[in-house]
């Protein structure tokens, strides 16, 4: 019986994680946190942007100037509290043709890296697999430490969110459940040593 419930609880570990595909070759920022768009174009008298979209929705219109530097022009964005993927649009005057366009992507993930879901996904196998072996082999201290290992999973989820969830509410529900799951099963491991044994 213990097998199965060990069973159990790591498939729904497993079942709860959904992701999404991801860029590679895109720039990746912190929720929260100021990224440097930046355009290089060598013959250019000025860039400006244009827009900028978050996961498809128009956050910002209007010209603002890029800072030159050089052939490099660069602008501080720092509106970046939605998840998601943004896309700026810009224009300027390439090989003398005025207002000549372009637009640019990057991506606003809860850690500011991607493609991290596989160590989270390696982080939930480990603990399942010790609360498994700990159901297994009747030993509480590894039911115990699974759990709390799981609450300390579940913590870091909220704080630094999951890749691949594009809202924080998806986020907070994965890592309210695994701190939930985890409480139970180390306090209920641990009251089972101190009253049956």
């Known amino acids: 019986m213990n097998k199965i419930f060990g069973i159990i609880i790591l498939s729904l570990f497993l079942i709860t994680l959904v992701s999404a595909g991801t860029e590679v070759d895109k720039e990746v920022v ?3 946190r100021c990224i440097q768009l930046t355009q290089s174009c060598s013959n250019c008298s ?3 942007i244009t827009s900028i979209k978050v996961n498809g929705q128009v956050i910002f219109v209007g010209d603002t100037s890029m800072t030159a530097n050089g052939g490099e022009y660069n602008y501080s ?3 970046t509290s939605v998840i998601g993927e943004y896309t ?3 224009e300027g005057d390439v090989d003398g043709v005025t207002d000549t366009p372009g637009c640019l ?3 606003v993930t809860p850690t500011g890296f991607i493609d991290t879901l596989g160590l989270y996904i390696i982080f939930l196998i480990i603990i399942g697999s010790i609360c498994v072996l700990g159901f297994s082999i009747k030993e509480v201290w590894f039911v115990v430490i699974s759990g709390m290992a799981l609450i300390m999973l579940g913590i870091y989820s909220i704080n630094f969110g999951i890749v691949g969830f594009r809202d924080m509410f998806m986020t907070w529900a994965i890592g309210l459940f695994e701190i939930s799951v985890g409480a139970i099963l180390a306090i209920g491991a641990a009251m089972q040593k101190v009253y049956y044994d």
């Open 30 to 32: 912190r929720q929260n």
């Open 46 to 48: 000025y860039m400006n």
């Open 77 to 79: 964005f720092c509106n």
């Open 88 to 90: 700026w649009c810009y």
């Open 105 to 107: 992507k990057f991506d």
